[in-house]
């Protein structure tokens, strides 16, 4: 009896299981990133943590190739002297001193094959962000930049945002009791892990598990008093507001056209999820949106 359980939970374990790189654009030792690298770990997936040396808000898909530091990382994080670097006693934590886009392209490319045999990532997590990326600011966001460029180098990815959080230092996760920040990090955390539960559990379970070319723009609501992981509803969205015509997905009696996602995730407990073009950034067609819908059958969506 005992072994047959073990040999279940084995399956429910390795059905969900993968290999995720986890980037984002505020660096490598926010509390957010590394409370997320953690949840994902303790869900028993393979990850490996390559974000920017430092706090790279508002650089969108910008690259360049990453110089010596002359100074140490974000919050005394590593010594300067290098362009790149890891955790000397956890090499699934890396740093880049570049943009976020290069950031996702070096765990792509360099640090998944090394660490992980010569096998690519199956996903990309960007974020959680400090700060949520509604409407016009997917152009300029570092997190969906990131992301994006994932997508487009044929790894699935998803940016995550946040709200009312802080640059904080991981070392504050530590700290008891635990700060708005480092709070609002675990519950984001734990509603991303859910999120992607979600995604991988709908067969087909192997990647891509998403459509080609697009990526995901996903904001959490912020977590007040009665906004909790639990009571968060999730809402599929687009991004920019429609003058004409019903473009999109017919779901929820809308009609057509989807509810924006700044004004839903402003609205109370909701999480937006829109789908977006990962070169251009803009709203998809409704095909693909039926898609995500499908694919995120799990997720249970709600209408507002
Ligand atoms: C991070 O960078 C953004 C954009 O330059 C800036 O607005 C923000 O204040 C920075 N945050 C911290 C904590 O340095
Ligand atoms: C490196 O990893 C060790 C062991 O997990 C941890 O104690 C330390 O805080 C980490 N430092 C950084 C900068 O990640």
Avoid at 23 to 47: E, Y
Avoid at 106 to 135: E, R
């Amino acid at each position: 009896m005992r072994g047959l359980c073990f040999i279940a939970l084995l399956a429910i374990l390795s059905a969900t299981a993968e290999r995720i790189v986890v980037t984002n654009d505020d660096g490598w030792a926010v509390a957010q990133i590394r409370a997320q690298v953690n949840a994902l770990v303790d869900a028993g997936h393979d990850v490996i943590l390559s974000a920017p040396a430092d706090n790279q808000s508002g650089t969108g898909a910008m690259q360049k190739t990453a110089q010596p530091r002359t100074e140490p990382c974000e919050f005394d994080s590593c010594p300067p002297g290098a362009a790149m670097g890891n955790n000397a006693s956890d090499s699934r934590l890396n740093w880049i001193n570049a943009f976020p886009a290069d950031s996702a392209q070096y765990g792509i490319q360099t640090l998944a094959p090394q660490l992980w045999d010569g096998v690519l990532p199956d996903f990309v997590v960007s974020g959680p962000n400090v700060g949520h990326n509604t409407g016009f600011s997917v152009f300029g966001s570092g997190t969906i930049g990131a992301a994006g460029k994932a997508v487009q180098l044929g790894v699935p990815a998803v940016a995550f945002s946040g709200t009312g959080t802080a640059h904080e230092s991981y070392t504050a996760l530590d700290i008891v009791p635990a700060s708005a920040t480092v709070s609002a990090a675990e519950t984001y955390a734990s509603l991303v892990t859910e999120f992607l539960d979600a995604l991988f559990s709908q067969p087909p379970t192997s990647p891509p598990f998403l459509p080609a070319n697009i990526m995901l723009n996903v904001n959490l609501p912020a977590l007040d008093g009665a906004c909790t992981a639990e009571s968060v509803a999730w809402v599929l969205t687009r991004v920019f507001p429609v003058l004409l015509g019903n473009p999109d997905v017919v779901t929820c009696g809308n009609g057509g056209r989807l509810p924006v996602e700044g004004t839903v995730v402003s609205q109370g407990c909701f999480a937006t999820v829109s789908a977006i073009d990962a070169l251009l950034k803009v709203d998809v067609s409704k095909s693909v949106q039926q898609e995500v819908l499908d694919r995120l059958v799990n997720l249970g969506f709600s209408c507002v």
